[in-house]
């Protein structure tokens, strides 16, 4: 048998804690590792422990979960991080996504979602809630545009080129594959293309990853 999905929760209300440790114990492929009650603690134990996934609140006292997040991506990038939610507000989903967090919950989430969440989370790859996929999407389209790149003079990162980057700027806008390349009137295979080699060059292993990327190098702009 393969090994359990190790686990950390970290949430400062203790009912929620109880609650969810009761719904994961349920889950034959999860093992829960240890709980904490504020961002420093959830750090501290993760460094320590190794867990595969952190369920991770966003609102702690001392550390926020989003600072805890953007320290975990900085010391332990292999941890992957599922920020839980109690509401789907623009500015935590956003500041989670851009600190590194690859997995996206509200805390009415079922015991299937969040099973499912940990399973995907743990193999690197991204899993947004539906109803906070469609914040971010509306977020993003809504206050931000593609950075127009070396056209406008600006120095791009990791050797990327600028179409590249115009790719990027519509994966952060919330573009499919196909939209893009709609956009660009180029071909699916074509964007696929240009999507494996800016993966392949920021270090992504998923599109929320590479939402991040973007927002933390500036390469969508605001209005």
Same mark, same amino acid.
């Given at each position: !048998?393969?090994?359990?999905?190790?686990?950390?929760?970290?949430?400062?209300?203790?009912? /929620? @804690?109880?609650?969810?440790?009761?719904?994961?114990?349920?889950? &034959?492929?999860?093992?829960?590792?240890?709980?904490?009650?504020?961002?420093?603690?959830?750090?501290?134990?993760?460094?320590? !422990?190794?867990?595969? /996934? *952190?369920? !991770?609140?966003?609102? !702690?006292?001392? /550390?926020?979960? =989003?600072?805890?997040?953007?320290?975990?991506?900085?010391?332990?990038?292999? =941890?992957?991080?599922?920020?839980?939610?109690?509401?789907?507000?623009?500015?935590?989903?956003?500041?989670?996504? @851009?600190?590194?967090? @690859?997995?996206?919950?509200?805390?009415?989430? $079922?015991?299937?979602?969040?099973?499912?969440? =940990?399973?995907?989370?743990?193999?690197? &790859?991204? $899993?947004?809630?539906?109803?906070?996929?469609?914040?971010?999407? &509306?977020?993003?389209?809504?206050?931000?545009?593609?950075?127009?790149?070396? $056209?406008?003079?600006?120095?791009?990162?990791?050797?990327?080129?600028?179409?590249?980057?115009?790719?990027?700027?519509?994966?952060?806008?919330?573009?499919?594959?196909? &939209?893009?390349?709609? @956009?660009?009137?180029? $071909?699916?295979?074509?964007?696929?293309?240009?999507?494996?080699?800016?993966?392949?060059?920021?270090?992504?292993?998923?599109?929320?990853?590479?939402?991040?990327?973007?927002?933390?190098?500036?390469? *969508?702009?605001?209005?």
């Amino acid at each position: !048998m393969s090994e359990p999905i190790r686990v950390l929760l970290a949430d400062d209300q203790r009912v /929620v @804690r109880e609650g969810l440790t009761l719904i994961l114990d349920l889950l &034959e492929d999860v093992e829960v590792l240890d709980t904490a009650s504020d961002g420093e603690q959830a750090v501290e134990k993760a460094e320590r !422990m190794a867990p595969d /996934v *952190v369920l !991770m609140d966003l609102r !702690m006292p001392r /550390v926020d979960g =989003i600072e805890a997040t953007r320290r975990l991506a900085a010391s332990r990038p292999r =941890i992957g991080v599922i920020a839980l939610t109690t509401y789907a507000d623009d500015a935590s989903v956003l500041g989670a996504l @851009r600190a590194g967090a @690859r997995g996206y919950l509200t805390k009415d989430a $079922s015991a299937e979602q969040i099973a499912a969440a =940990i399973t995907r989370v743990a193999g690197g &790859e991204a $899993s947004l809630d539906e109803a906070i996929q469609t914040k971010v999407v &509306e977020a993003v389209t809504a206050g931000a545009e593609p950075l127009a790149a070396e $056209s406008d003079g600006v120095e791009l990162p990791d050797d990327l080129t600028a179409r590249e980057a115009e790719v990027l700027g519509l994966i952060a806008g919330g573009l499919s594959n196909q &939209e893009i390349a709609a @956009r660009l009137v180029v $071909s699916p295979a074509t964007v696929k293309s240009h999507v494996n080699h800016l993966f392949a060059k920021i270090g992504a292993r998923d599109r929320a990853q590479a939402v991040g990327y973007a927002y933390q190098h500036g390469l *969508v702009a605001e209005e």
